[in-house]
């Protein structure tokens, strides 16, 4: 059971260009978000969904979009990267009334 | 969704108890507390939860007192592993919110001293 899986784990972009990372889960869960965290500081949600085809925005969703075509993948898309997106980036998911949030491990990015 | 606070850091022995305080004031009827882990960077790691009673499992213990204000997590024989940073959520359950918010304060950076 992979559970919760990003790709790719490092990435390095140039400011400007757009890239798209990837979270896909294996528990068939309904709900799934992405969280970014800035050193020394805690996770702060971006976007989530609560099944396909439904997305919505979280705290600091500018500069980034969501699709969700299927339960399993829940891709993050960087239009136009800026040097205020380097951060680690977390994917996540639960089940409709889990309690418990499974988060991935991680992508590094750096944009310069 | 409630405001958490936490300090910023604890140490505590290798084998000892360390408990972690959570101050959470403005909680209100229908939230649960969340405790989360982070080590290394990783990514959090679910701990515990509850309401109002105390919880116990497998990793650690919750202690929330009557007036539901603050609570304590335990972690009764505290190994080298559980050095991480630790956070204290107040939320509506799933049940009753679905927007997933886990709002993730700065929590306490727990070390566990050999």
């Known amino acids: 059971n992979a559970g919760v899986t990003q790709t790719p784990k490092f990435q390095v972009l140039k400011t400007g260009q757009s890239m798209t990372l990837q979270c896909a889960q294996d528990?068939?869960?309904?709900?799934m978000s992405w969280y970014r965290q800035d050193p020394g500081m805690g996770l702060r949600l971006i976007h989530y969904?609560?099944?396909?085809?439904?997305?919505d925005q979280g705290e600091v969703p500018n500069g980034y979009n969501v699709s969700r075509s299927t339960t399993e993948d829940f891709p993050l898309r960087l239009l136009s990267a800026a040097p205020s997106q380097t951060s680690v980036y977390f994917c996540?998911?639960?089940?409709?009334?889990?309690?418990?949030?499974?988060f991935g491990e991680g992508s590094w990015l750096t944009v310069v | 969704d409630a405001k958490t606070t936490q300090p910023p850091s604890m140490d505590c022995a290798e084998g000892r108890a360390a408990n972690l305080p959570c101050n959470h004031s403005?909680?209100?009827?229908?939230?649960?507390v969340y405790w989360y882990r982070q080590i290394h960077s990783q990514g959090p790691q679910y701990i515990i939860h509850?309401?109002?009673n105390n919880e116990t499992n497998e990793m650690a213990s919750l202690i929330i007192t009557e007036d539901r204000k603050s609570s304590t997590l335990i972690l009764p024989h505290a190994t080298l592993r559980d050095t991480a940073v630790y956070y204290c959520?107040?939320?509506?359950?799933?049940?009753?919110?679905?927007?997933?918010?886990?709002?993730f304060g700065s929590g306490t950076r727990l070390l566990v001293r050999p």
């Open positions: 996540a998911s639960r089940g409709a009334t889990g309690n418990t949030i499974y």
């Open positions: 528990m068939n869960h309904e709900y």
């Open positions: 969904s609560v099944g396909a085809g439904i997305t």
């Open positions: 403005t909680i209100s009827g229908n939230e649960y």
């Open positions: 509850g309401l109002k």
């Open positions: 959520i107040v939320r509506l359950p799933p049940q009753r919110d679905s927007s997933y918010k886990l709002i």
